[in-house]
Each structure stands twice: as structure tokens, then as C-alpha cells.
């Protein structure tokens, strides 16, 4: 790559295109983040000597490896598990592990490159990585689950630890995932090394509002974007995608604030209750049963139905939260958004919107939007909370570790409209998260040298 202009942007993304091929996810996110640079690289041309644009597309590590485990019928499987180490410039690598049938080595690469300047905003000196596996929780019985997590960790744990790299979860992996792993990790090296690993239990070293943080973090910016409008959540309507943690809590939180929630989504379609959700029951279904949504009309008195196949943008919104997976909201999902008169949007999942559905968004002067790595920052944001509680062995409150959050939170929106005004972007927290991501992490390999 060093042939490469390190001021032709276009040059040094065909180049990631060639260097990566089929890896489309990664090649969206590496665009996302190029695109508003240009006065950038204008203002420090000592980014562009150092090469900073090629060295941080391109990861320090990856590392792949199998996973064989047996299930309950004593049949041996074989799954793929990966680790992408991006960039530490400003910390240990920090990012989650997906668990998900359908993982390959481009969605963790788009997963652990937007991971960089993410964790850069949130300001707790960490750096970028993300990992995951081919293997799929859905229906697996618990001893399947720990067998798998413990053959996992059997070769991960030569790759991690508090001070190289701390996995966290994702996707697919929750609690039960992080204890099964976190126990083996403890086993093989022999140490309570806590910080090795994040989204622990609070009863053995994880953190206060770890489970609720990436679900209120999101709110809690949406807050800070209605309020430089002079607004609020109150009387709000809002509609999210997903109905995992993220989801849930970005609804009991938008709940808190005076906004009702109508709807969400599952892999069995989107359920829309008019009257509000029953939070109880949903956390109940789906936190604790681990079921579908597709129980909650049957479960709930009221006008609750749930539509197979559906999505749930075509429901009028002051609010929509894209809470599930990379690109499930496209251009025809953003219009119906615009028409049914949405005000924000907000990303509660990694690159949820396609490029295309982006630009409505931002073409449109009444749509506020929010990219992924500021408004769903909230969760590495109290990870790195824990490695914290963990070194210091303390343990903060939860209301002491919510109002940190909402601080980290009321930063990064500050820093995101501050930084795209400082470069002719008024209003564009897309430029001003990727620019402040991106200065924030090149100042650092600067001062590092060329490593």
C-alpha cells in the first residue's frame, strides 16, 4: 500500500477493495469513515506522511482458528472462530464477540474497524478489535453452550488479557456465554484475572449498568440531540428494531423519559402494541424464557399484533432506534420514515442503515441522525468502566455508574457537533464522529511511530 497517495482517498479505498476482497460490510464502513476527511488530511498533511490512513485500515492482527466441541448426542461439530486486533494505539484492543451462524471475517472487520474510533470517542483509552464464531446459541442446551465457550477459550485465552486485549459480548453471547468463557480463562491461566474479559456478572467482577448501557447510552444521546432543539422525550412515539438488550433497555429508559414504545422486532416479525409495551412481560419472553415475540399478543390484553416478515419502519415514529443488525434498514424503509414524519434516528446497532438509506436522512433538513459509533458508544463506554472497577478492585453503584454513563454520553454528542462545525459540517454527527474518531487515534500513532 505504500505506493498509495495518502491524500486520494478514493485511491486508498480502491486499494482496501483490492486488499479485501468480497468483504462489503468492510469496505461500507471504511468509506463511512474516509468520506469527511478531506480538510482534514488538508490541516495535519503529517497524517498523510506517516502513512496513517494505510496503516489504520489495515488490522495489526488476525487470528483464526477452530473450535471443535460435542454436543449432548455425544456428535463431534467443528465451528470457525476469528479474532480481529485492529488498532491500539490508545489502549488494549476492546470489542465484543459474536456468536452468529452467518460470522465471516468481513463482518468482524467492519465490525472491529468501526470498534476503533468508537471506543476513541468515548474517551477511556481503548483501543479497537472484535471476534466472534460461526457457532449459533439458538437452541443449544447449556452444557452444549459451555462446552463450546470452553473449547473457545482454550485457544483465545493465549491472545488476550487485561492489559493486550478484553473481549466483551455481542451478538449471540450474553451472560451465560461471558461466565462459560470467563471460567476457562481463569482455569487455564491459572488467575483471577478479571479484567481479561467484560460484561461479567455484578456479583463477580462485572459492572454496574454494563447489561443496560449500549440500550440507555443510545437514549440518553437521543436526550442530548432533541435537547439542543429545545425538546425532550416527553409525549415522544418511538418504534426499535430488535429485541435483545439493546432494545429492551433503549425502550425502559425512552419509557423513563416520557416516550411510549410501539414497536419492535424479532426473527419471527415485528410486534406493534399501540398502547405501549408491557415491559415486564417482553423482558420476561425474551430475557428470561429466551422465546419469540410472537407470544406476546396471546399474552397481552390489548390491540398487540405481531406481522411475520415485517420490519417495523412503515410505523409512524417521532423516534426510530435500529437496534438488530448491520443493513437491515434500507433506502425504501427511510422514506417511509421521512413520510410518516420521523425527527431522529439514532443507531443502537453497528451500521444498521445502508449508505443509501442514510442519505434520505441526512438530505432531509427535519431528520436529525446518529451514527452507531456515537450513539450506541455507551456499552464499550461502561465495559471499560468494568476493567477499571476491575484493576482498582472496587465496585461503583448503579447510580454512580449511570451517571457517568449519561456524562460519557453528553461528551460524545458534544464533541461530534463541535468537531463537524470546526470543519464546515454543521449539524453532521456523522462527519463529526468519524473526524473525531479518526484526529483522536491518528494523534497517537503519531506520537507511537511507525508500529
Known amino acids: 500500500m505504500s505506493t498509495v497517495p495518502a491524500t486520494d482517498l478514493d485511491a486508498i479505498l480502491e486499494s482496501v477493495e483490492d486488499r479485501n476482497p468480497g468483504e462489503l460490510e468492510f469496505h461500507q464502513a471504511v468509506h463511512e469513515v474516509l468520506a469527511p476527511l478531506g480538510p482534514v488530511l488538508e490541516a495535519h498533511p503529517e497524517y498523510s506522511r506517516a502513512r496513517i490512513l494505510e496503516r489504520i485500515v489495515e488490522p495489526e492482527r488476525q487470528i483464526m482458528f477452530r473450535v471443535p466441541w460435542v454436543d449432548d448426542h455425544g456428535e463431534i461439530h467443528v465451528q470457525r472462530a476469528m479474532r480481529v486486533q485492529f488498532n491500539s494505539a490508545l489502549g488494549p484492543y476492546k470489542g465484543g464477540l459474536r456468536f452468529h451462524a452467518g460470522l465471516s471475517l468481513g463482518t468482524v472487520k467492519f465490525l472491529g474497524f468501526e470498534q476503533i474510533f468508537k471506543n476513541a470517542l468515548t474517551g477511556q483509552g481503548i483501543g479497537g478489535g ?72 455484578v456479583g463477580w467482577g462485572g459492572a454496574q449498568v454494563r447489561t443496560e448501557a449500549t440500550g440507555y447510552g443510545l437514549v440518553y444521546f437521543v436526550q442530548e440531540m432533541l435537547a439542543h432543539e429545545d425538546d425532550d422525550l416527553h409525549g415522544k412515539t418511538v418504534v426499535v428494531s430488535g429485541a435483545g438488550n439493546v432494545s429492551l433497555f433503549a425502550i425502559e429508559q425512552a419509557n423513563k423519559l416520557g416516550a411510549t414504545c410501539v414497536a419492535c422486532s424479532d426473527s419471527s416479525g415485528t410486534l406493534h402494541d399501540p398502547d405501549g409495551f408491557d415491559l415486564e412481560l417482553l423482558k420476561t419472553i425474551k430475557l428470561v424464557e429466551r422465546g419469540s415475540l410472537a407470544e406476546y399478543p396471546g399474552r397481552r390484553r390489548g390491540a398487540a399484533t405481531l406481522t411475520p416478515g415485517a420490519t417495523p419502519w412503515g410505523i409512524a415514529c417521532d423516534i426510530a432506534l435500529p437496534c438488530a443488525t448491520q443493513n437491515e434498514l434500507d433506502e425504501e424503509d427511510a422514506q417511509a420514515l421521512v413520510a410518516n414524519g420521523v425527527q431522529v434516528v439514532a443507531e443502537g446497532a453497528n451500521m444498521p442503515c445502508t449508505d443509501e438509506a442514510v442519505a434520505v436522512f441526512q438530505a432531509d433538513p427535519n431528520v436529525a441522525y446518529a451514527p452507531g459509533k456515537a450513539a450506541n458508544a455507551g456499552g464499550v463506554a461502561v465495559s471499560a468502566f468494568e476493567m477499571a472497577q476491575n484493576a482498582a478492585r472496587i465496585r461503583w453503584s448503579f447510580a454512580d455508574s449511570d451517571e457517568r454513563l449519561r456524562a460519557v454520553m453528553r461528551q460524545i ?12 459540517f454543521e449539524g453532521d454527527y456523522v462527519a463529526g464522529a468519524n473526524i473525531a474518531g479518526f484526529t483522536t487515534v491518528a494523534d497517537a500513532m503519531l506520537a507511537q511511530g511507525v508500529v
Open 413 to 424: 454528542h458534544e464533541t461530534c457537533r463541535k468537531t463537524a462545525a470546526r470543519h464546515g
Open 130 to 201: 472484535k471476534g466472534g464464531s460461526d457457532f449459533d446459541p439458538k437452541g443449544r442446551s447449556d452444557a452444549e453452550v459451555m462446552r463450546f465457550c470452553q473449547s473457545l477459550m482454550t485457544e483465545m485465552y493465549r491472545h488476550i488479557g487485561p492489559d493486550i486485549d478484553v473481549p466483551a459480548g455481542d451478538q449471540g453471547v450474553g451472560g451465560r456465554e461471558i461466565g462459560y468463557m470467563y471460567g476457562q480463562y481463569k482455569r487455564i491461566v491459572g488467575a483471577s484475572e478479571a479484567g481479561a474479559i467484560t460484561g461479567k456478572g
